[in-house]
């Protein structure tokens, strides 16, 4: 099946995303709020609703709403109504979630994403408060049977429910919106956002139309909690939904699944409508109410946000929309980057190194920035070093590899092991003249016109000098020498 859809088909998506909040207990009980604890540890009574247990919304939860919804320009509803979303689900032990529907807590607001490089706009419809659902566990051992166990620590753990207006038109798009959301939710500090711990994780709504026609019937693919999985999963079912189409079948509305190791999606159940949940105003719980007050100190305590950083950075620093995006994707990366700056390096080739050689070693170290062994100090040392000509390109990357292992000082790294470029006309020359003694055929080549020789020639020299002789002298001192010569 094809993933890429015939030219006069449209994919439309909308996304829902479940973002667990960060906090220290659950939405409407105080049992903590933790992953990983030994199976149905850690559901009190009030999320199993048993008799007699009355919920009470979670402050915390709340606020963690209110920023968000502030940091999108979204409208938060000064009165909200949580609801009973009534279902029958072996994870779900009430038989229904506490959900909000007809009043959200946030409404509207935009998300801003680059993609193609260019800075877009997803509209959003809502986002509203919610607890999450227990879990269920294949696979287990039960005296020589597999079976599936029912774990009900997840049951309760706040959620903030992001729900996106279908604007999204491919699958690309989607991931890159889902990642512009994530590095906001996480910026926010109002999710952990671990993919595997299932602390974000999307839901998307894919539907098909020929160019200009009414929406089709949409599908919609449960828990992707992985970028690629969900963009692999929209590219199937698209192409999915086109092909079936086309041989004159139709479209169900269905729920699915992503079976990430055949790539394709398979039903889960049909797809319900709201009605079928027979949503009704929850009586245990009153009317949600912030007043202007709240929001006014939850504002006052707003950060600097990811894309009025990106434009800080671009103004300031001159730098590409897109690298200022990269190094505000956490703010880690955009502390990390701003304390290079400030340690005296320049803003270009800090940018550039952090994208570059640092992304790469800590991509194969497996470890975020947060964690990283090279203090923002020794890079920014680093750089001025290769500016001031001490070292080149090369000599330079050999220094970062003894500053990643550990090694501390860059000067002394330098002395140590001999690293400083050699300047030297006299010695470059000696170099060069030795060069082009043992290398007559490319000689003869660059005499030929062929203008590639020279770079070999470079090459050979910044080999004989163990790449401390300084680039562009060496140039200078070949062209100088093979046109005297000519």
């Not at 439309?12 to 709020?33: C, R, W, Y």
């Not at 166990?149 to 999204?168: F, K, Q």
């Amino acid at each position: 099946m094809s993933s890429a859809p015939a030219r006069d088909w449209e994919i439309v998506i909308g996304l829902e995303t479940h973002v667990q909040l960060s906090t220290a207990s659950k939405m409407f009980s105080d049992a903590p709020n933790l992953f990983g604890r030994e199976p149905n540890t850690l559901a009190s009574e009030v999320d199993l609703a048993l008799p007699g247990a009355l919920p009470v919304a979670n402050r915390a939860a709340v606020e963690r709403a209110i920023r968000f919804g502030l940091a999108v320009g979204a409208r938060v509803a000064e009165r909200s109504v949580f609801a009973r979303k009534n279902y029958f689900y072996p994870d779900l032990p009430k038989g229904y979630q506490i959900s909000q529907f007809e009043i959200p807590v946030v409404q509207g607001g935009q998300v801003p994403y680059l993609f193609g490089g260019e800075r877009r706009l997803a509209q959003l419809t809502r986002a509203h408060l919610e607890e999450d659902a227990g879990k269920s566990v294949h696979g287990i051992d039960w005296g020589g049977h597999d079976a599936t166990g029912i774990d009900l620590n997840r049951a309760g753990t706040p959620l903030l429910e992001i729900v996106s207006e279908p604007v999204l038109r491919s699958a690309a798009e989607a991931a890159a919106y889902a990642r512009s959301l994530h590095a906001l939710v996480v910026w926010l500090d109002i999710c952990d956002g671990n993919l595997q711990e299932g602390s974000f994780r999307c839901d998307a709504n894919v539907s098909v139309r020929r160019r200009g026609a009414p929406l089709g019937t949409r599908c919609e693919i449960k828990n992707l909690n992985s970028f690629r999985f969900l963009e692999r999963a929209i590219e199937y079912e698209a192409a999915r939904q086109i092909e079936l189409i086309e041989d004159g079948g139709s479209v169900r509305q269905q729920t699915l699944l992503f079976d990430p190791d055949r790539g394709q999606t398979r039903p889960m159940r049909s797809k319900e409508d709201s009605h079928d949940y027979r949503y009704f105003p929850d009586p245990d719980l009153p009317p949600l109410v912030i007043d202007e007050a709240w929001v006014g100190r939850v504002r006052e305590q707003l950060p600097e946000l990811p894309v009025q950083m990106a434009e800080r950075l671009a103004s300031q620093h001159a730098l590409a929309a897109a690298d200022a995006a990269w190094l505000t994707q956490s703010r880690a990366h955009a502390a990390y980057f701003e304390a290079c700056v400030a340690a005296g390096a320049a803003a270009k080739p800090a940018a550039n190194w952090i994208m570059g050689e640092l992304a790469a070693a800590l991509n194969r170290a497996d470890i975020d920035i947060e964690r990283c062994p090279l203090p923002a100090p020794e890079l920014a040392q680093l750089l001025r070093r290769q500016a001031d000509g001490t070292l080149s390109g090369k000599t330079a990357r050999e220094v970062f590899a003894a500053l990643w292992e550990g090694e501390r000082g860059v000067d002394a790294i330098i002395e140590r092991r001999g690293l400083r470029q050699i300047d030297d006309a006299s010695a470059i020359a000696d170099a060069v003249a030795a060069v082009l003694a043992a290398n007559p055929r490319n000689v003869a080549e660059y005499r030929a016109g062929k203008t590639k020789a020279l770079n070999a020639l470079v090459g050979q020299v910044m080999k004989a000098t163990a790449g401390r002789a300084n680039p562009q002298q060496v140039g200078e001192a070949l062209r100088a020498a093979l046109d005297a010569a000519t």
